[in-house]
C-alpha cells in the first residue's frame, strides 16, 4: 500500500474539519458570536436536528477514529507486518447524546481544532514507513445494527467487525461529507446563509465533485 495513503487520508479529514470550523466562523461573522451560538444549537425544523448535532455526531466518529490511529505503536516493527500491533476496539455507537459538544459552539470548534492537530501529527508519518503499519493496522469496529433483542431475549448485541485503520479513517471523511449535506440544509433554509458564505463544495461527496467537474468541461 502506497507510503502516502495515510496522507490521503489524513488530508481528507482534516479537509472536512476545515470546512465544519468555516460554517461556525461564517456564523459569527453573519450574527454575531451571541446569535450565531444560537442558531448552532437551534434545530431546524426541516431536518429535526441542529448543526451542533450534526457536527457532534460525525464528530464522534473522527474524533474517535484519529485517536485509535495514533495509539498504535510501530516502533521494532517492520513496516511490512502490522499483524503485531495492538490497537483499541472502535465502538462507534456507544456515544454520549446532547451536551455541552451539541450545544456549545466555541467548545464544538475547540475540539475540532483539536482532532485536527492530531491528523496533522499523524500526516507527519507519512514521510517514514510507520504510515503503512498504521493504516494497514487491523482493527474491530463495533456497531448496532438491529435495534432488537437478540435471541435469547436479552438486549441489542453491538457487531463487531474486522477493518483497518487505514479503512476506518476512509469511512469516517465519508460518513461526516453526508453529515455536512444535512448542515448545509440547515445553512442555506434555516441559519441565514447564503451560498457564497460557506466553502466550496460544502458538504460535496469527492465523487459528485468529479462528476459535476466532468459535466461542465463536455
Known amino acids: 500500500m502506497s507510503s502516502k495513503l495515510l496522507s490521503s487520508l489524513c488530508r481528507a479529514n482534516i479537509s472536512i474539519l476545515s470546512q465544519k470550523v468555516a460554517l461556525i466562523d461564517a456564523l459569527t461573522i453573519n450574527h454575531g458570536a451571541d446569535k450565531a451560538r444560537v ?3 437551534s434545530a431546524c425544523p426541516l431536518i429535526g436536528a441542529s448543526i451542533g448535532q450534526h457536527y457532534r455526531h460525525s464528530m464522534d466518529h473522527i474524533e ?4 485509535v490511529a495514533s495509539t498504535g505503536t510501530t516502533e521494532g516493527i517492520n513496516a511490512n507486518n502490522s499483524e503485531n500491533i495492538s490497537t ?3 465502538h462507534y455507537d456507544l456515544r ?12 464544538s470548534r475547540k475540539r475540532i481544532l483539536s ?14 514507513e510507520e504510515s503503512n503499519v498504521i493504516t494497514n493496522c487491523p482493527v474491530v469496529a463495533h456497531f ?17 467487525l474486522t477493518s483497518t485503520i487505514g479503512r476506518e479513517l476512509g ?14 440544509i440547515i445553512a442555506l433554509n434555516f441559519a441565514g446563509l447564503s451560498v457564497d458564505e460557506l466553502p466550496p463544495d ?17
Open 39 to 41: 442558531v448552532f444549537r
Open 64 to 67: 474517535l477514529a484519529a485517536l
Open 88 to 90: 483499541p476496539p472502535l
Open 96 to 107: 454520549v447524546r446532547g451536551g455541552t459538544l451539541e450545544h456549545d459552539m466555541d467548545e
Open 115 to 128: 482532532v485536527m492537530d492530531i491528523f496533522q501529527d499523524l500526516e507527519l508519518k507519512q514521510q517514514t
Open 144 to 160: 448496532y445494527l438491529s435495534p432488537s433483542e437478540d435471541e435469547k431475549g436479552g438486549g441489542s448485541q453491538e457487531i463487531g
Open 171 to 184: 469511512f469516517c471523511a465519508h460518513h461526516a461529507i453526508h453529515h455536512m449535506a444535512m448542515v448545509k
Open 202 to 218: 460544502f458538504g460535496k461527496a469527492p465523487s459528485t465533485i468529479i462528476y459535476d467537474r466532468g459535466n461542465t468541461s463536455n
